[in-house]
């Protein structure tokens, strides 16, 4: 009995509750409503309707001319061969050679085309997908696994690619088939053919049991295949930690887990839809043996003739097939449904709204200010990041931003950056509230140096050219000197067409971090934010870039957060934070006279210089 | 080496049920016809009641033996083909964690990736089709062949006018198709990549508004999948129409030769429509069979995806750590000791020499700070320590033995790893802090997070150390992260300490405090730091020019020494100055 309950020691995965529950869920508006993930599936297909239309008809075509061939071999054999008059065969089969030449050719031609249609459906998919994503606030990344998000792109929507790319012509052709079946028995016998449509109900309730199963076990599947996807991806990803701390037997094994997982819910997903096909050939079975019954009878008490038993049987197998591809065709589309509800989920995600009351070229002069700002990551719930912070920035300024780690400095940058919106005050630049202008315009005038130096798999050129997309080759060289990044750039084997490998070692940390500055260089921006912008550059290097940085500065609104007090001595104001709290804030001289935690950390300095 | 379908095996049997299963509800299919007609023939046509009867029963127990058959078989089949699955996905992953480093620069993650959930999810479709349908159509097909050559021979042969086409088209297309369907999962390890970088990049991609810029660039790579997909798939498709005018033509001959043949008096009639029949049956099948040949080679270019990295060989794979007999034991004084021979190395994916004869010995509990400019080969050097690479030239020894004589997983053991980008995953502090050692009690979590001074931070989380951390470490702050990536190393209690510029964000009293409480663990260590002030903390200062020793000794050696090292500390003392 166990070993029915839990085939191949696979745990049920559904149980009695889910399956009743369903009935109570459905009041929610959301993509988890299979009709309406239909319906936005055929929302895209439908734009090419002309296309769509041509496959119908090619449909039809073929539909039309595979009946044909059998038609005509009949009334040649009826006509010529069982008569034995084999003279004027030839015409005839010259017109068969051209009905399979057609027949073939638009075969072809409706999958040419059917193919074009939800490739490119499925690349308005894809596309669509990352644009969204790339719209997406940062905090809605901060929650996910990239490998998870990754799986949508590619997994999930392959799964809608495999459906579109067979079930609509299936669908077709036997929704002809079977008018065109049923057409002909009710012209045989209407008795019999209710009779064999007595088994559509009980198809219909086989088809619900399964897909009521099917339905919610391939959505589990995608969901196993996105956990896993999150797990390599970051596993691989962090590949030296795994190394450095042996730990591969351990994600070797939290992989089994997840693999497990995937195992079960993919076990179970196939054995129900493995079922629907079985099903209806019984069914087909059933109804076979009532008509050839129940025909028996009719034709005992002289109803219908033996003849017509004898055809319709062949007719009712016909009507079958057709419903029996139908039923298959339930399995695909419910996995695609599966698939594609997961992306438009989302594509539900609220985006980032780009609107802003001010004008587009709205110009910044680089005034900032912050008005009892406070703020909380969703991610760390009750506790308050920034807890009242207000300061108040005059154009050109270099701010220095020191503070024990974790006081809420990158957060005080993110927000001028906006990544984030405050949970209450206000941010204002040139007096005007940062939620009234466009991100587009208030970052096309920022550059924003990150903690974390990234590299695409570009060239150096590509790489540097990403703060300002319309720099000459020569601006870019120019940036790159000013930045001290040129003498290693040449020594790459292409120079500055060498393409960098955003995971590969031929650059190291510090030169990621001068090519970084360089794309801010590069950028020419009102406002500078430099987080720990140097961090892993020695300061021999440091010391010969500091003249590109203040002179990069002048003129130019900067935030700085470094921790070397070299770097910062230039600086017009320093704000010390504290807890997500300012808690000083002046010029150094002010600051140092004041004798608070600014002045203790210069002299802990002067401690370590005995 | 183990092929991809060598996976099977351990199921052969449940295989075997599936495939016997499907053979039973084939013949029941098979026989239905002939039990109508026996109703007809027996019952309806004289009248015998009794034999309507016994033919309908039977014919209910045959649907329900092939019902039962059928649902059986969903079972096994999906048992086959998701442990098969698993199995495969297990094998690959493990293969995958036994790369050296140097095979990671070979195969990009994406590429990785997709091999492990696509790739894999091709096979194991069409193992599952080839234990439900697979055999079925070439089998109806093969068996009104058969049949039509047990009628007449002679006419039968018409129908193979077509055959070396045939086989020679498909030979054609399995091969295009192989070619086609290898770049379409090429094509989508393109997408994974790009899709990869973005998210991996997102701050800088919103820093500098560039979504528009980045959706083009995927907008491209997408294209570039839906092209080659789309070619694939419509090249392939030619299979059927193709095979279909081939068979139908064959049908016309048959047609019109079997009638010379009845002219001639060689066959019967009766004879020539049974075979025009039967062959009609085969074309019935060619839809299927079209989409099986589709399948194999859509199969067999992810299979060799695979194989690709299930053949990686010794050369790219770390040693498993059995191997050694680890019994030899150093002397005391040699335990925790570090000993560069001649070292130099070139990444295996470039021509440049990152080090260059490098030797230098750590005695046991002394601190080396390594110092010098951006890309002289400080993290490289570092990587060499664990065996994350081997040197090119030269040795490397740790307790006095040669680390190739070490087993991987003792001599990573004895390290405590911090590097430079300060990687954390997604789970909980504990559990990230747990990587250094996985049965840490929780006052070891504790006292390790204390020597990296991140306990009161800790502290203040909500849910302290059960606090979630996103994937690498997106919602702490720099520092925080640093400070956990080095208490993960601490709660090893390794002999030798590796910090690759792991306090470049923690402010000075932080730090202050933490080289403090390194102190108390005696361990050796290594230091890559950009400052003086930790520098000189330290024993002895390793100054490393473009992969050189610049100069190797104590601060006040170097000072003595080296202009290098002088310009260094200038650049550092300067500013002090003018603050104070």
Redesign the interface.
């Known amino acids: 009995m166990n070993y029915i309950r839990k ?2 020691g ?1 745990e049920p995965i559904l149980k009695k509750e889910d399956l009743n529950r369903k009935t109570e869920k459905k009041k929610g508006p959301r993509a988890s409503d299979w009709k309406s993930t239909l319906l936005r599936i055929w929302k895209i297909v439908d734009e090419q309707r002309i296309l769509l239309i041509t496959v119908f008809f090619m449909v039809v075509i073929s539909s039309i001319l595979s009946l044909t ?2 038609l005509l ?1 009949g009334i ?2 009826d006509e ?3 008569k ?1 008059q ?1 003279q004027g ?1 030839a015409p005839m ?1 010259i017109v ?2 051209g009905v ?2 057609i ?3 638009s ?2 031609l409706q ?2 085309w059917m ?2 249609i939800s ?2 459906t ?2 308005k998919m ?2 669509g997908l ?2 969204h ?3 997406l606030p ?1 905090s809605f ?7 998870e ?3 949508r ?3 999930d929507i ?1 799964t809608v ?1 495999a459906t579109l ?1 067979t079930s609509f012509i299936q669908v077709f052709s036997s929704l002809l088939t079977l008018i065109g079946t049923v057409i002909v028995m009710i012209y045989l016998s209407p008795l019999l053919t209710v009779l064999t449509m007595l088994i559509i109900p009980l198809m219909f309730m086989a088809m619900r049991w399964t897909t009521k199963r099917t339905g919610k076990l391939f959505k589990e599947q995608q969901a196993a ?1 996105g956990a ?3 797990m ?3 596993t ?13 037997e ?3 094994e939290e ?2 887990e997840k ?2 997982r ?2 079960r819910t ?3 997903a ?3 839809s ?2 629907i ?3 209806m ?2 069914l087909n ?2 109804s ?2 009532i008509v ?2 129940i ?2 009878i009719l ?2 008490n002289g109803l219908v003739t ?1 003849g017509v ?2 055809i319709f ?1 062949e007719y009712a197998r016909q009507f079958t097939r057709p419903l029996n591809d139908l039923a298959n065709q339930i399995n695909t589309v419910l996995s695609a449904i599966a698939g594609a509800e997961r992306v438009f989920s989302i594509m539900e995600e609220t985006k980032d709204i780009d609107e802003g009351k001010l004008p587009d070229n709205t110009q910044l002069k680089g005034e900032v200010e912050f008005k009892d700002v406070h703020f909380k ?1 969703d ?5 308050e990041t920034l807890k009242g912070i207000s300061f108040h920035v005059n154009p050109g300024q270099t701010v220095a931003l ?6 809420g ?2 957060t005080i940058m993110q927000l001028i ?1 906006r ?1 984030y919106d405050v949970e209450s005050g206000e941010i204002l630049f040139d007096g005007k509230d940062v939620r009234d202008l466009k ?2 315009t208030l ?2 005038q ?3 140096v ?3 130096p ?1 590299l ?2 570009a060239s150096v050129y590509e790489n540097i050219r ?2 300002k ?1 319309d720099a000459t080759d020569e601006e870019i060289v120019e940036a790159c000197k000013k930045a001290n990044a040129h003498e ?1 750039i040449m ?1 790459l ?1 292409k120079g500055y067409d060498t393409i960098l490998a ?10 990621k ?2 090519l970084s500055i360089a794309r801010a260089l590069v ?1 020419n921006p009102v406002i500078l ?1 430099l ?2 912008a140097t ?9 010969k870039i500091q003249q590109a940085l203040e002179l990069l500065m002048e003129g130019r609104t900067s935030f700085v957060i470094a ?4 770097t910062i ?1 230039y600086a017009d104001l320093v704000f010390v934070m504290h ?1 997500g709290e300012l808690v000083e804030s002046g010029s150094q001289e002010e600051l140092i006279e004041f004798g608070g935690i600014y002045s203790k ?2 002299e ?3 401690s ?2 005995e | 080496m183990k092929t991809v379908f060598s996976y099977v095996k351990p199921y052969w049997l449940s295989a075997l049920i599936a495939f016997i299963l499907m053979l039973i509800e084939l013949m029941i299919e098979l026989v239905q016809p002939l039990i109508i007609a026996k109703i007809i023939d027996e019952g309806i046509v004289v009248n015998d009641f009794s034999s309507i009867q016994f033919w309908g029963i039977v014919l209910v127990i045959l649907a329900i033996v092939a019902l039962l058959s059928g649902i059986i078989n969903s079972y096994f089949a999906a048992h086959v083909a998701h442990s098969f699955g698993f199995d495969l996905r297990n094998a690959l992953f493990s293969r995958i964690q036994a790369f050296t480093m140097a095979t990671y620069l070979k195969f990009p993650t994406s590429g990785l990736i997709t091999r492990l959930t696509n790739d894999v999810t091709q096979v194991q479709n069409v193992l599952f089709m080839s234990l439900r349908i697979l055999v079925r159509a070439p089998l109806a097909a093969f068996l009104s062949l058969v049949m039509a050559f047990i009628i007449n021979p002679k006419i039968a042969l018409f129908l193979f006018i077509g055959a070396p086409i045939v086989v020679g088209f498909l030979y054609f297309m399995v091969k295009k198709g192989i070619t086609y369907f290898a770049q379409v999962q090429w094509r989508l390890d393109r997408v994974n990549r790009v899709l990869q970088e973005c998210l991996q990049a997102i701050r800088l991609v919103k820093a500098y508004m560039r979504n528009q810029y980045e959706s083009s660039r995927f907008q491209q790579v997408a294209d570039s999948l839906r092209l080659d997909t789309t070619k694939a798939l419509r090249i392939m498709e030619l299979i059927m129409p193709v095979l279909l005018l081939i068979m139908n033509v064959s049908l016309l001959a048959v047609i019109w030769f079997g009638s010379n043949e009845v002219h001639a008096g060689n066959a019967q009639v009766g004879e020539l429509v049974a075979i025009i029949n039967y062959s009609m049956r085969v074309t019935g099948n060619f839809t299927m069979f079209a989409f099986i040949i589709i399948a194999i080679a859509r199969a067999k270019a992810s299979s060799d995806r695979m194989k690709e990295v299930l053949i990686v060989d010794e050369g790219g794979l770390e040693e498993q750590s059995d191997k050694k007999e680890t019994k030899i034991n150093s002397s005391i004084n040699e335990i925790g000791t570090v000993r560069f021979e001649n070292v130099s190395f070139t990444y295996p994916n470039s021509e440049l020499q990152v080090l260059s004869n490098i030797s230098f010995e750590v005695k046991r509990g002394e601190k080396l700070a390594i110092m010098g400019e951006t890309g002289a080969g400080k993290t490289t050097l570092l990587n060499l320590i664990p065996r994350f690479y081997e040197p090119s030239i030269g040795n490397v020894f740790v307790n006095g033995r040669n680390i190739i004589d070490w087993s991987m997983g003792e001599l990573r053991a004895m390290i405590g790893f911090v590097p430079q980008k300060s990687l954390l995953f997604t789970g909980s502090i504990s559990e990230n802090l747990k990587w250094g050692k996985q049965d840490a009690l929780v006052s070891e979590v504790r006292i390790s997070a204390e020597q990296a001074q991140i306990h009161e931070t800790v502290e203040t989380f909500p849910n302290k150390y059960e606090t979630r951390v996103g994937q690498k470490g997106v919602n702490l702050s720099g520092g925080q992260k640093q400070r956990l990536s080095i208490a993960r190393a601490l709660i090893r209690k390794s002999r030798i300490l590796v910090l690759d510029d792991s306090t470049s964000a923690l402010d000075i009293k932080t730090e202050g405090a933490l080289w403090e409480a390194l102190e108390d663990e005696n361990a050796t260590m290594f230091v890559v730091t950009q400052k003086v002030r930790t520098a000189r903390s330290m024993d002895k200062i390793l100054l490393l020019h473009e992969g050189k020793v610049e100069a190797y000794g104590t601060h006040d050696e170097l000072i003595q020494i080296s202009t290098r090292y002088q310009q260094i500390v200038e650049s550092q003392e300067e500013q002090v100055g003018e603050e104070g």
């Open positions: 085939p191949f696979y061939g059998p071999i040649i054999i010529y061969i069982l034995s084999f065969m089969i068969l050679i399979y030449i027949l073939s050719i075969l072809f999958n040419y193919i074009g490739q490119t499925i690349f894809r596309t990352f644009n994503l790339m719209k940062v990344f901060d929650k996910r696994q990239h490998g998000l990754m799986s792109a590619t997994n392959e690619s790319n295949v896993l996807n999150g390599i991806e970051e691989i990803s962090g590949q030296t930690i795994v190394k450095a701390f042996s730990q591969e351990r994600v070797i992989f089994r693999n497990a995937l195992r993919g076990f179970w196939l054995t129900y493995g079922f096909p079985k099903v050939n019984f079975n059933i076979f043996s050839a019954g025909g028996g034709a005992f033996i038993i004898v049987t990551y991610l760390s719930e009750d506790q020191v503070g024990a780690t974790g006081a400095k990158t950056a990544f991100r587009e970052r096309s920022m550059a924003f990150l903690q974390d990234f695409f798999e990403y703060g997309l290693f020594k084997p955003s995971d590969g070692s031929e650059i190291s940390h510090g030169q971090q001068l950028a934010l987080d720990e961090s892993s550059i020695d300061t021999v290097t440091e010391v921790h070397r007090l070299n001595r807890q950390m210069l802990q300095k002067d370590f210089r």
